[in-house]
C-alpha cells in the first residue's frame, strides 16, 4: 500500500470509527480541506457508482429538483452533472466547513448547514423533490436511521430515494436497521424498490479485511 493510500485511511478511519455524533463532525471539520484529496488516494468510487446505477431513472429536466443528503463537498451533485442531469440541486449537511467546499462549486441551488435527525423534518416543505440523494451517510455515527421518513417526506409522489450503503462487518447492524424501517415503508406502501445494486465503494484495500470495500446501491420510489 502506498504512502498515499495509507494516509487516505486513515483519514476514512478517523471519520468513520469515531464513537459519537459530536467527534465525528469535528474530524470533519479538521479534514475538509484534505477530505477529497484522500477520497481519491484510496480510490473512492461510492458517489459515481450510485449516479450509475440511478441515473436512467431520475427525471431529467429543467424542473428537476434533488436534494442532496449530507452532501459533504458536493461529489454527488458534481457527478450528475457530469452525467448530464440538467436540474437544479439542493444540499444539506451539519458540517459547515465542508458545505462550504460544496457551494464553491456553484452546482446548489439552496444549502442548508443543520443536522439531519431522526425527530424532526428536514428544513425543506413537504413534497418538494423528485429525488433525494444519500451518498456514504447511512453508516453508524453519521446519519440516524431515523430519518428516513422525514427524507420520504421531502419528495414528491413518485419521488425517488437513491442511496447507497457500505457492505462491512461495521455497518451490518447499521444496515439491518436501516433495511427494517425501509421495509415497514414498504409494507405500509409508501415506497417500492426500483432496483437494487452491488457497487465498489473504494478501489484501495481496507484495512478492516484487506480488500476494497463493497456497497450497496438503492433506488426507491415514494407511492
Known amino acids: 500500500m502506498s504512502e498515499e493510500e495509507e494516509m487516505g485511511w486513515r ?27 484522500h477520497m481519491e488516494n484510496v480510490g473512492a468510487v461510492a458517489n459515481e457508482n450510485l449516479v450509475k446505477v ?16 449530507a452532501a459533504g463537498t458536493g461529489k454527488t451533485a458534481k457527478y450528475f452533472k457530469d452525467s448530464g442531469y440538467v436540474g437544479q440541486t439542493d444540499g444539506i449537511d451539519v458540517n459547515a466547513e465542508m458545505l462550504d467546499i460544496a457551494i464553491r462549486t456553484g452546482l446548489y441551488r439552496k444549502t442548508y448547514s443543520q443536522e439531519i435527525v431522526d425527530h424532526s423534518p428536514l428544513p425543506v416543505p413537504d413534497n418538494t423533490y423528485d429525488v433525494a440523494a444519500v451518498v456514504g451517510a447511512f453508516l453508524e455515527n453519521h446519519l440516524r436511521t431515523g430519518c428516513i421518513p422525514y427524507i420520504v417526506r ?9 442511496f447507497n450503503c457500505r457492505i462491512t462487518e461495521h ?11 425501509i421495509d ?36 426507491y420510489r415514494k407511492l
Open 11 to 37: 483519514c476514512v478511519n478517523d471519520l468513520v470509527y469515531q464513537s459519537n455524533a459530536k467527534d465525528r463532525n469535528a474530524a470533519y471539520t479538521r479534514l475538509a480541506s484534505v477530505y477529497d484529496i
Open 54 to 69: 440511478a441515473f436512467e431513472f431520475v427525471k431529467n429536466d429543467e424542473s428537476s429538483l434533488m436534494l442532496d443528503v
Open 154 to 162: 421531502a419528495l414528491k409522489p413518485g419521488g425517488l430515494m437513491i
Open 171 to 181: 455497518n451490518k447492524e447499521y444496515l439491518g436497521k436501516l433495511m427494517g424501517i
Open 184 to 219: 415497514s415503508l414498504i409494507d405500509d406502501s409508501k415506497m417500492e424498490l426500483v432496483k437494487k445494486k452491488e457497487i465498489c465503494f473504494s478501489r484501495s484495500n481496507s484495512k478492516e479485511d484487506g480488500k476494497p470495500i463493497k456497497g450497496w446501491a438503492f433506488v
